[in-house]
């Protein structure tokens, strides 16, 4: 396979790389990498075994869908698949994150590798911290399910008519008694969280996804059927924890006690600030804006809508970012993002790529070298 040096040219067009979350996990999805460059992957391989003790990438390369899809397994396994991806294109393509990237983003469990291809946490302090943040939230959830008698989880809801969401979102504001749409922090405090449903992604212009009691989403779509006018396409997600709910509260604690213990790999600050990239935070859909401020965002991420429409609309429209590259399994993240920008491949001075295999890392190297040179008028 050809290696495509990364151009010296002067920096182009802006761009962002980003990131996906939970449920793009799949057995094998690592194969056509280690199958291309052995050298780089294997010891990438040996450091995710080491740093997390337990063989977790057999259980990526050919555990079952069962052992894989377990929050606390495929959560590490999408953060450190990811970042594998980013290291063999600087290694085997040339490629030049610091010198060509403008900002990084990831949608959920993926801020976590957009904070380490930002230069804001190290890989294994990351992937150490998610596998913890799994197990957690895995133990959280069981615990839910038990509390409301029910399954818990996350539907997504999608609006036919655009120009609807809004007020579908106001519907879901006041069935849950929320005071401001989209937010968690008001949420009312008599209300317990295993009877909440709330917002828990803001993904596109027509989709959002609901977090809570299962039995509870569907009294809340009965009643936007009966009282709202709305009937929206939901598809419930392969998720069995409320991500982003009030559920997850326990898990945000545990997220601030460990963002402020000290690196057991280097006895310093988990958290690097300055990073050498600007990262967006899901839940203000800003970049960070200092080390206190990257803990408490990252910790509320638990229990906080994810801004994600919002995020790729301030990018797109604020910073004047015209180079997407989705870094990572699956094509959820590139698809949402090439659906708000207007993009879906490569255009004048820009586009929207994924990758998930050599080949498209090879095909999004050549496209940045063909589009450095295209300014805006």
């Known amino acids: 396979m050809r290696r495509w040096a990364s151009s010296s040219a002067p920096r182009g ?14 057995v094998g999805m690592a194969k056509p990498w280690l199958e291309a460059f052995p050298r780089t992957v294997k010891p990438i391989f040996e450091e995710i075994d080491e740093v997390l003790g337990i063989p977790l990438t057999s259980k990526i390369e050919s555990g079952t869908n069962a052992v894989l899809n377990a929050t606390e397994n495929s959560q590490p396994a999408i953060m450190a698949t990811s970042i594998m991806i980013l290291r063999v294109m600087e290694k085997e393509f040339g490629f030049k994150t610091e010198a060509r990237i403008d900002f990084t983003l990831g949608h959920s469990l993926g801020e976590f590798a957009a904070l380490v291809a930002g230069g804001y946490m190290s890989f294994q302090d990351a992937l150490s911290m998610v596998r913890k943040r799994g197990e957690v939230m895995a133990k959280v959830s069981k615990e839910a399910s038990e509390e409301c008698g029910g399954d818990v989880g996350m539907v997504a809801l999608v609006c036919e008519n655009e120009s609807h969401m809004q007020s579908l979102i106001d519907g879901i504001t006041e069935f849950t008694a929320l005071s401001s749409s989209g937010s968690k ?60 709910s009030p559920m997850m509260k326990p898990a945000q604690q545990f997220m601030r006690n460990l963002l402020d213990t000290p690196s057991a790999f280097t006895g310093k600050d988990i958290i690097k600030f300055p ?12 970049p960070f804006q200092s080390r206190q401020d990257l803990k408490d965002l990252l910790a509320r991420q638990c229990t906080e809508t994810v801004r994600w429409w919002e995020s790729v609309r301030y990018l797109d429209q604020e910073e004047k970012v015209r180079r ?10 590139r698809n949402l993002v090439g659906k708000e920008v207007g993009m879906k491949g490569q255009v004048k001075g820009g586009g929207v790529w994924g990758i998930t295999s050599p080949q498209e890392a090879e095909e999004c190297i050549k496209a940045l070298d063909e589009t450095e040179s295209v300014h805006e008028d």
Do not use: M, Y
């Open 324 to 333: 997407w590259i989705g870094i990572g399994p699956g094509k959820v993240g």
């Open 13 to 26: 067009p802006r761009t962002a790389i980003f990131f996906p979350g939970q449920g793009v996990q799949r």
């Open 185 to 244: 922090s008001d949420s009312s405090v008599d209300i317990p969280p295993v009877q909440q449903v709330v917002i828990a992604n803001i993904n596109s212009k027509n989709q959002i996804v609901l977090s809570g009691s299962i039995e509870r989403i569907k009294t809340l779509l009965t009643h936007l059927r009966q009282f709202g006018g709305h009937d929206p396409r939901h598809v419930r997600l392969h998720s069995e924890s409320p991500f982003h």
């Open 275 to 286: 990073g050498t990239v600007p990262c967006i935070s899901n839940v203000s859909a800003r």
